[in-house]
T-cell receptor, first 110, second 113 residues
Framework: GEDVEQSLFLSVREGDSSVINCTYT??????LYWYKQEPGAGLQLLTY?????DMKQDQRLTVLLNKKDKHLSLRIADTQTGDSAIYFC??????????FGKGTRLSVIA | DSGVTQTPKHLITATGQRVTLRCSPR?????VYWYQQSLDQGLQFLIQ???????AKGNILERFSAQQFPDLHSELNLSSLELGDSALYFC????????????FGQGTRLTVV
């Protein structure tokens, strides 16, 4: 399809791991990104992965990339209430601006 | 703080009016992108400028226009406003035409009444 797809909602308990999934569209996409948007705020770049990588880890965040299935995931370890936000997956196709998914709203239950 | 500054933060205006949104990119970034975020459409790319020239165009209405000035700040002009234009408008900047990282401003919330 044409769209970057994400599930709309995810709810986890504080201390558990969260896994947010994304399916992107273009197997030739060079970079794939995760952004976080807190209520009333702009988009904060969390991490990105180059398409020739399978995994990237940055503190509590782990990004996994499956190029064959065009599947990207973001794992947040030890999820905290401050992680409650909307998480956007985005892809860069060649030399074009980022294309975003509709976002996954993560709710963390204390 | 991403380093990208957008003004104003909030704007309320009537249908049929014209508004200008302003964006100052991060220091050194040549590329500016404008996005519209609405509840039903998600984040839609509108237009990109690179070093003063239009680089890419997305789903931008003819009633909307943008420009990037020699000091690299950008303005998005929205005219003949309709209720459906109410949304968050984001500006982002990156170093190059297709930089590895794009940094977003806090957005301008436009409400058309």
């Amino acid at each position: 399809g044409e769209d970057v797809e994400q599930s709309l909602f995810l709810s986890v308990r504080e201390g558990d791991s969260s896994v947010i999934n994304c399916t992107y569209t273009d197997s030739s996409s060079t970079y794939l990104y995760w952004y976080k948007q807190e209520p009333g705020a702009g988009l904060q770049l969390l991490t990105y992965i180059f398409s020739n990588m399978d995994m990237k880890q940055d503190q509590r965040l782990t990004v996994l990339l499956n190029k064959k299935d065009k599947h990207l995931s973001l794992r947040i370890a030890d999820t905290q209430t401050g992680d409650s936000a909307i998480y956007f997956c985005a892809e860069r196709r060649g030399n074009t601006p980022l294309v975003f998914g509709k976002g996954t709203r993560l709710s963390v239950i204390a | 703080d991403s380093g990208v500054t957008q003004t104003p933060k909030h704007l309320i205006t009537a249908t049929g009016q014209r508004v200008t949104l302003r964006c100052s990119p991060r220091s050194g970034d040549l590329s500016v992108y404008w996005y519209q975020q609405s509840l039903d459409q998600g984040l839609q790319f509108l237009i990109q400028y690179y070093n003063g020239e239009e680089r890419a165009k997305g789903n931008i209405l003819e009633r909307f226009s943008a420009q990037q000035f020699p000091d690299l700040h950008s303005e998005l002009n929205l005219s003949s406003l309709e209720l459906g234009d109410s949304a968050l408008y984001f500006c982002a900047s990156s170093e190059q035409g297709a930089g590895t990282e794009a940094f977003f401003g806090q957005g301008t919330r436009l409400t058309v009444v």
